[in-house]
């Protein structure tokens, strides 16, 4: 078997860099960890679950999707193509992983958006078993397990009690990362660690079945009192992928640009006449929480949450869907509609 | 695959203020592949993303129908800065235009059947391409009604047109303006939508309905046609929520499950009724 001696993640990482891979992976940026581009002398993290999600390599929060010049009142459009480089999502958690069945589904449904299959097709996926977990880790309540291989081209696996990595490739592009990996990796045995325990924290099935009949339960005031509307949870979330268009502009050109949006926020559903269905912040949390769990599934037979946890590491108010959908569970047993 | 969000180029052939800033263009293809594309997927009911660069994309109706193959329609009413932008947009010029998406009027299915239109004020557009699409194939449909309201008269739009379904023998015009609304030589009915449709009793005996206006008028028609006899399933009429992408991924027009952009924006009053009705 391939192995990786731990203080060697980020000689890998410079190694596929080398090779051409753009290498997103958990940096060490002051306190915090990112998922970003590597480069060296960036310090590596294994031990952390970043902030953001890996979502950002394939869906950028802002991303140019059209282009145009102008010449007095007249205008010209210009022809934009996805600018989608190699890219290797180095050690990113089976969660972050997960979350690419849900993109795939949406962008690929009905019309295939261009911008993102591009990104999707040009990245291989490198994960990381998570041999540790915090209070937010939620996974194994949403089907998914702490050392999964869901959409992985390829899986570290920490070993012989952190002191090294084991390289399993999975796929052809996996294949690919142990090739240009060589150099730093070593032929040899080790045995994997346990992977982390994460304790179900409430039973999914049952919050769709609740949320079925569950949307004009007077318990959605109550669960979304704390909610500030800020719109952190969704930019964080592996899966959210509402988005925004807008056009930037100098007098001579300009670019129209998709930008990450979020239904917390009021203006998301706002009609230009004034109208808003979603009027207040009950309405929008409903939203969040049904979108994950009663009609994504319904839509796409699967579940728009993969558990990672970081809505409810992020909020300035201590809200998670973890949180929300243990007491929507409580509220279900108890036969409050 | 190509880049979904690039819009073709549309010259605007002309443009006609109709009321208060309410504006039409009539505008035609620069790119004959896109026209070709158009029109192989064109049926009434769908809509597009008008634009102009720099400073953004609004969703319309195509108020024309597929009948017309020279150009298409839109109209609309100067709300915020997009539309502000378009309307400031004169013949000779061009804009930008995505589409046809979303779903449309089954007026094949509604053949042999009488049908009556019901809008209010900037909502005609969208029932405009329906009307035209069957009054250009006429026989095929039985007794046509179109019941037409605004708050004044100013504020009625195609005002030519309403004259031309006037003169025609084979459609009934009912015009009518709220009270206040009219002028010294208002030949039309003076009342609110709802109220003239209850006057007017139309038959629901083989009949399709098609109603669109502002929410507080649909509120109040609905159960008129309820109580004439029209089942939820004969009557129809369209969402129409805030959209960026119109294709199916950017998540703001969502009701429920569905994406008013994809399963819209056509929708009978019975699929309308199994909505979460907080959402709408």
Known sequence: MKTLEATKLADLAAALTAAGYRVIAPCQRGDQVHLECYQAGKTLRADVIPVNSAKDALFPRSEVIGRYRFEGNEFETVPVAPQAGKTVLLAVRPCDAAALAPLDAVFNWDYKDEFYNAHRDATTVVALACTAADDQCFCTSVGGSPDSTANADAVLRPADGGKRFILESLTDKGQAIAAAGQAVLTEGQAQADPPAQVAPAFDSAAVTAWAKDGFDSPLWKELSLACMGCGACAYTCPTCHCFDIQDEATRREGVRLRNWDACGFGLFTKHAGGHNPRHDQASRWRQRVMHKFAYFPERFEMLACTGCGRCGRLCGNGMSIREVCSQIEQAAQAGVK | ?280
């Open chain 2, 1 to 280: 695959m190509s880049n979904l969000y690039q819009p073709t180029v549309m010259r605007i052939a002309s443009a006609r203020d109709e009321a208060p800033e309410i504006r039409t263009f009539r505008l035609e293809f620069t790119d004959d592949q896109y026209k070709q594309d158009f029109y192989k997927k064109y049926r009434v009911g769908m809509f597009g993303l008008y634009g102009l660069p720099g400073a953004g994309e609004s969703t319309f109706c195509v108020a024309s129908p597929p009948t017309r193959t020279d150009y298409i329609e839109c109209t609309f009413r100067r709300t915020g800065r997009v539309t502000a932008a378009l309307q400031d947009r004169e013949a000779g010029q061009t804009i930008t235009f995505r589409g046809p998406y979303g779903n449309s009027f089954p007026i094949d299915q509604w053949k042999g059947r009488n049908i009556i239109f019901i809008a209010g004020g900037i909502a005609l557009p969208p029932v405009r391409s329906v009307i035209w699409n069957v009054l250009d194939r006429r026989s095929e449909f039985g007794k046509v009604t179109i019941v037409y309201g605004a708050r004044t008269v100013a504020d009625l739009v195609y005002k030519d047109e309403l004259a031309q379904w006037e003169a025609m023998d084979d459609v009934e015009l009912i015009t009518t303006v709220d009270p206040g609304g009219e002028t010294a030589d208002w030949k039309g009915k003076i009342g609110f939508v709802p109220t003239v449709v209850k006057d007017s009793a139309p038959s629901p005996e083989d009949c399709v309905a098609v109603v669109c206006g502002p929410p507080i008028m649909i509120k109040f028609t609905l159960p008129v046609l309820t109580d004439l006899g029209f089942a939820a399933g004969d009557i129809f009429t369209t969402l129409e929520n805030r959209m960026k992408c119109g294709i199916g991924k950017c998540g703001r027009c969502n009701v429920g499950s569905l994406y008013v952009c994809k399963d819209g924006p056509v929708f009978t009053v019975e699929q309308v009724g199994k909505m979460p009705q907080g959402d709408l």
